[in-house]
Nanobody, 125 residues
């Protein structure tokens, strides 16, 4: 049974930082790609970043490049999303999801295999 637990969200002021964690159980992240997604109030869900730990590759959408950094800890089967210089428009529920036996080729279309519950990020101006 594959489960994902996202954590680390909170209320921060603009310009602050957060580190989100996605703990995966039931499947090795070394055999998958793990994506981070967000859904802002009244908007659709979008993929923001993805990592393939086995390939050592990462991907970001243009709007978060330079501020978001994705990484993984294989020993903990966990993926992290470091978010710096937070902006009010980053306010959203952040989700992580697994793309099994893949390489981030599907995350932008959100065709993921397993999803976790989200963690709320709220940025005050």
């Amino acid at each position: 049974d594959v489960q994902l637990q996202a954590s680390g969200g909170g209320l921060v002021q603009a310009g602050g930082s957060l580190r989100l964690s996605c703990a995966v159980s039931g499947f090795s992240i070394d055999d998958a790609a793990i994506g981070w997604f967000r859904q802002a109030p009244g908007k659709g869900r979008e993929g923001v970043s993805c990592i393939s730990p086995s390939a050592g590759s990462t991907d970001y959408i243009d709007s978060v490049k330079g501020r978001f950094s994705i990484s993984s800890d294989k020993s903990k089967n966990t993926v992290f999303l470091q978010i710096n210089n937070l902006k009010p428009e980053d306010t959203a529920v952040y989700y992580c999801a697994v793309e099994t036996y893949s390489d981030c080729s599907r995350y932008r279309s959100m065709r993921m295999d397993y999803w976790g519950e989200g963690t709320q990020v709220t940025v005050s101006s």
